[in-house]
């Protein structure tokens, strides 16, 4: 799961890159859910949720990457 995770977050990445947000929310949201306690993973969550103009859900996800690492930039 750990190896899928990280894919997907590539993955994500890619689509994001290409400006394709709802297919990076879809792969982000997957790879959160195999990995929750990756911060990247909760933050390119909201990175996407972001770009697709939904910033109240995006900060849900923003801190959530920062209370699993307290070093996490914010």
């Given at each position: ?6 894919q997907l ?20 949201s997957?790879?959160?859910?195999l ?9 390119n ?13 995006a ?13 996490y930039?914010?």
């Amino acid at each position: 799961q750990l190896v899928r995770a990280a894919q997907l977050n590539e993955k994500g990445v890619n689509y994001l890159q290409q400006g394709k947000n709802e297919q990076a929310l879809s792969v982000f949201s997957e790879a959160y859910s195999l990995n929750p306690s990756i911060p990247d993973y909760s933050n390119n969550v909201g990175v996407a949720l972001l770009n697709l103009n939904r910033p109240q859900d995006a900060i849900k996800y923003f801190i959530i990457s920062g209370n699993t690492d307290k070093d996490y930039p914010r």
